[in-house]
């Protein structure tokens, strides 16, 4: 039986980011990875910029307070100056417009009196270039501006558009297919009847796929029957570049998952991690590379495993650069006192106070329950073995949403 660490040092091994191609700019894209380094085809700001409404002048006109100056000129931002500013000269500008030549800097409305065609600086402190955004500050012409690597998030709209982009080359999100196995179960519109019960980890998985980065694509219930079964996954591994296979990987009678697989040519890498929830969890590829995992069919032990080691590989195959999970150690806001005879990935939430996050670990009844996991955003994990810690003890935390 491997350890988490292990197994998911498997998993990565046969992961591997998925052909780029071009993705147009529509919020659709949010969220892939660039496949390119992004260079800029013009500079940021174009022109010396007015970051503020008032008075392009010359610092060396300034040097005293209350100085007067002829106004010649209104430049709003769209416009440019027609003339340049001589001695003793002012050009009226507003944000976003073009400084005229001879000015070097502009003096904020606030610290001005307008006086007919005249304009009196009582700003006592003029420095040269103030309130002026250089041509070239944010970006220049032929220089990158974003790498490959970078997740398209809503900055990265905004840049990409500024350098005239409509599309880019970017991963594809991978697309996973999902099955979920077993003759008790019927779907959410259906009353189940005795010794059914609703089909939950389909749903649950999905969404898990859609907020780990993958394109979801739900493939039915297979019934614990070898034809159909196999039939299944073999669609799903022709659809798909990652396949999910909920329930049926156990030692069980009814658990064909183990012996479908091999029919259809799957390598299996492993069968069983040292993790609770969740130990009968299986990895494999197809003939054609394609990552099919087994995950156990008990709720709480899906999520779970999905979250440890299906998501690394949905990151890795969309491009990303870190597959997380993220674990870091946070202080506990509550003592923890229990004994568990693998290493345990519990359902917590966290909680911020004055001195920053907490975690506090949920009432759970173990892996069949979903509604006792369901507020979580993090998982404790407790380490094999008897565990007493106080409030305030550190230990190790698996993030569950945010950006890794
Ligand atoms: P299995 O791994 O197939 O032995 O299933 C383990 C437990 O999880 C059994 O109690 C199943 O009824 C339950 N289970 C399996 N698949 C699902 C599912 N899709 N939704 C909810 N519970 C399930
Ligand atoms: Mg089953």
Same mark, same amino acid.
């Given at each position: 039986?491997?350890?988490?660490?292990?197994?998911?040092?498997?998993?990565l091994?046969?992961?591997h980011?998925?052909?780029? $191609?071009y993705?147009?700019?529509?919020?659709?894209?949010?969220g892939?990875v660039?496949?390119?380094?992004? &260079?800029? %085809?013009?500079?940021?700001?174009?022109?010396?910029?007015?970051?503020?409404?008032?008075?392009?002048?010359?610092?060396?006109?300034?040097?005293t307070?209350?100085?007067?100056?002829?106004?010649? $000129?209104?430049?709003?931002?769209?416009?440019?100056?027609?003339?340049?500013? =001589?001695?003793?000269?002012?050009?009226?500008?507003?944000?976003?417009?073009?400084?005229?030549?001879?000015?070097?800097?502009?003096v904020?409305?606030?610290?001005?009196?307008?006086?007919g065609?005249?304009?009196?600086?009582t700003?006592?402190?003029?420095?040269?270039r103030?309130?002026?955004?250089a041509?070239?500050? $944010?970006?220049?012409?032929?220089?990158?501006?974003?790498a490959?690597?970078?997740?398209?998030?809503?900055?990265?709209?905004g840049?990409?558009?500024?350098? *005239?982009k409509?599309?880019?080359?970017?991963?594809?999100?991978?697309?996973?297919?999902?099955i979920? !196995?077993?003759?008790?179960?019927?779907e959410?519109?259906?009353?189940?009847?005795?010794?059914q019960?609703?089909?939950?980890n389909?749903?649950m998985?999905?969404a898990?796929?859609?907020?780990?980065?993958?394109l979801?694509?739900?493939?039915?219930?297979?019934?614990? %029957?070898?034809?159909?079964?196999?039939?299944?996954?073999?669609?799903g591994?022709?659809?798909?570049?990652?396949?999910?296979?909920a =329930?049926?990987?156990?030692v069980?009678?009814?658990?064909?998952?183990p012996?479908?697989?091999?029919?259809l040519?799957?390598?299996?890498?492993?069968?069983?991690?040292?993790?609770?929830?969740?130990?009968p969890?299986?990895?494999?590829?197809?003939?054609?590379?394609?990552?099919?995992?087994?995950?156990?069919?008990?709720?709480?032990?899906?999520?779970?495993?999905?979250?440890?080691f299906?998501?690394?590989?949905?990151?890795?195959?969309?491009?990303?650069?870190?597959p997380?999970p993220?674990i870091?150690?946070?202080?506990?806001?509550?003592?923890?006192?229990e !004994?568990?005879?693998?290493?345990?990935?519990?359902?917590?939430?966290?909680?911020?106070?004055?001195?920053?996050?907490?975690?506090?670990?949920?009432?759970?009844?173990?892996?069949?329950?979903?509604? *006792?996991?369901?507020?979580? %955003?993090?998982?404790?994990?407790?380490?094999?073995?008897?565990?007493?810690?106080? &409030?305030?003890?550190?230990? $190790?935390?698996?993030?569950?949403s945010?950006?890794?």
């Amino acid at each position: 039986m491997l350890e988490v660490a292990d197994a998911l040092a498997e998993v990565l091994k046969h992961a591997h980011p998925l052909k780029p $191609e071009y993705a147009a700019l529509t919020t659709a894209a949010m969220g892939q990875v660039l496949a390119v380094d992004i &260079a800029s %085809d013009i500079d940021s700001p174009p022109f010396d910029k007015a970051l503020r409404d008032g008075y392009a002048v010359r610092a060396a006109d300034c040097v005293t307070a209350g100085v007067e100056l002829r106004v010649i $000129e209104e430049v709003p931002a769209g416009k440019v100056p027609t003339q340049p500013v =001589g001695p003793g000269e002012a050009i009226r500008i507003f944000t976003g417009a073009p400084i005229p030549a001879g000015a070097d800097a502009v003096v904020m409305q606030e610290h001005t009196q307008r006086i007919g065609d005249r304009v009196r600086i009582t700003d006592p402190q003029v420095q040269p270039r103030q309130h002026i955004y250089a041509q070239g500050t $944010e970006m220049k012409a032929g220089t990158p501006v974003l790498a490959a690597g970078t997740v398209i998030n809503p900055a990265a709209f905004g840049v990409l558009a500024s350098v *005239g982009k409509t599309a880019v080359p970017a991963y594809p999100f991978p697309r996973v297919g999902i099955i979920v !196995t077993g003759d008790e179960l019927v779907e959410a519109n259906t009353k189940p009847k005795p010794g059914q019960i609703r089909n939950s980890n389909g749903p649950m998985l999905a969404a898990q796929t859609v907020r780990a980065g993958g394109l979801p694509r739900y493939l039915g219930i297979a019934r614990d %029957d070898r034809t159909i079964t196999r039939s299944l996954i073999a669609e799903g591994i022709d659809v798909s570049d990652v396949v999910l296979i909920a =329930g049926g990987v156990s030692v069980g009678d009814h658990d064909l998952v183990p012996s479908v697989l091999q029919e259809l040519g799957v390598t299996i890498h492993f069968r069983q991690v040292r993790v609770k929830p969740g130990k009968p969890l299986l990895f494999g590829t197809s003939p054609k590379g394609k990552l099919i995992f087994g995950l156990p069919g008990n709720p709480a032990s899906s999520y779970v495993g999905f979250e440890l080691f299906v998501r690394p590989a949905i990151r890795i195959l969309g491009g990303h650069q870190q597959p997380g999970p993220r674990i870091m150690p946070l202080p506990l806001s509550e003592a923890v006192a229990e !004994t568990n005879d693998r290493p345990t990935y519990r359902p917590a939430v966290l909680e911020a106070d004055a001195t920053g996050w907490n975690v506090r670990p949920l009432p759970w009844t173990g892996a069949p329950d979903l509604v *006792g996991l369901q507020p979580a %955003d993090a998982l404790l994990v407790l380490p094999a073995g008897e565990i007493r810690a106080d &409030a305030g003890t550190r230990l $190790e935390v698996v993030l569950l949403s945010g950006t890794l």
